[in-house]
């Protein structure tokens, strides 16, 4: 059974037509050449890390998938040689 809808014609509208206009993210290794996807590179991968030590994903850094994958790959390598934590340090 559908519920009465309480909202004015006027409200309705306005929730449709609240949309805003996002700026698409670009990948930033797509854009300037000079930066490369490496494990030893701490300080440029600890970026794409959560404060608690969670790999940011790709609808949020911006980057694409070939360089999302290539940034995987070097953030877990890099963990492995303990360069970056597996997780964030306990309070």
Do not use: W
């Not at 006027?10 to 854009?31: M, Q, S, V």
């Amino acid at each position: 059974m559908r519920r009465p809808d309480n909202r004015s014609n006027a409200e309705k509208r306005e929730k449709r037509e609240r949309r805003e206009y996002t700026r698409k993210k670009i990948c930033r290794f797509c854009t300037d050449s000079s930066l490369r996807i490496d494990y030893k590179n701490y300080r440029l991968l600890r970026t794409f890390l959560t404060e608690r030590g969670r790999i940011v994903p790709r609808r949020i850094s911006g980057n694409c998938a070939k360089h999302q994958r290539e940034l995987t790959r070097a953030i877990k390598r890099a963990r492995h040689v303990a360069l970056l934590p597996f997780t964030a340090l306990p309070k």
